[in-house]
T-cell receptor, first 110, second 112 residues
Framework: GENVEQHPSTLSVQEGDSAVIKCTYS??????FPWYKQELGKRPQLIID?????GEKKDQRIAVTLNKTAKHFSLHITETQPEDSAVYFC?????????FGKGTRLHILP | EAQVTQNPRYLITVTGKKLTVTCSQN?????MSWYRQDPGLGLRQIYY???????DKGDVPEGYKVSRKEKRNFPLILESPSPNQTSLYFC???????????FGPGTRLTVL
């Protein structure tokens, strides 16, 4: 079946540094790629998304890049802050389904 | 307030005892989904619905049923729960599958 691989599973970065999380997908027809943030004990919430006709999208400290040829997309968080500590999930549309990656636990070190 | 609600939030039950987890959204969304979240496995789609009376299997549908008789409601039914269905369940809705999904608060289910 269709698959989304997400790496790394855990990431620790110093406060103020940048964090990058990468995902690859298998369905070349996928055209919607959201990123969700899940804080401890909370529900996932969308932080940014990108569609297949766009290569990059930014929202303040967060950016997403998409390489359709290579079938991968990445989340970039700059100037990380303690409140960025959470689990991040990438996802890709596949037909009518949404396939999620397994998540990345991001730790921001003081 | 625009929201997705789920009930119950916590449930402990025994093997084989039928249960239903309700999900309701007030945003007039077409697309609704159920996910289960297990440590190390991320969010896996159980079933989804594109519209009223239209439901389809996600990646892990075995042991689950759903119905979509009204646009706002999308209940998840476990006819004969087993311990491997112990998990955190999320309902979500969105205008269409290629839009932001709004998640409910989650239902933590334990099957003994």
């Amino acid at each position: 079946g269709e698959n989304v691989e997400q790496h790394p599973s855990t990431l620790s970065v110093q406060e103020g540094d940048s964090a990058v999380i990468k995902c690859t997908y298998s369905d070349s027809a996928s055209n919607y790629f959201p990123w969700y943030k899940q804080e401890l004990g909370k529900r996932p919430q969308l932080i940014i998304d990108i569609r297949s006709n766009v290569g990059e999208k930014k929202d303040q400290r967060i950016a997403v890049t998409l390489n359709k040829t290579a079938k991968h997309f990445s989340l970039h968080i700059t100037e990380t802050q303690p409140e960025d500590s959470a689990v991040y999930f990438c996802a890709a549309s596949s037909g009518d389904k949404i396939i999620f990656g397994k998540g990345t636990r991001l730790h921001i070190l003081p | 307030e625009a929201q997705v609600t789920q009930n119950p939030r916590y449930l402990i039950t025994v093997t084989g005892k039928k249960l239903t987890v309700t999900c309701s959204q007030n945003m007039n969304h077409e697309y609704m989904s159920w996910y289960r979240q297990d440590p190390g496995l991320g969010l896996r789609q159980i079933y989804y619905s594109m519209n009223v009376e239209v439901t389809d299997k996600g990646d892990v549908p075995e042991g689950y049923k759903v119905s979509r008789k009204e646009k706002r409601n999308f209940p998840l039914i476990l006819e004969s729960p087993s311990p491997n269905q112990t998990s955190l369940y999320f309902c979500a809705s969105s205008p269409y599958h290629y839009n932001e999904q709004f998640f409910g608060p989650g239902t933590r289910l334990t099957v003994l």
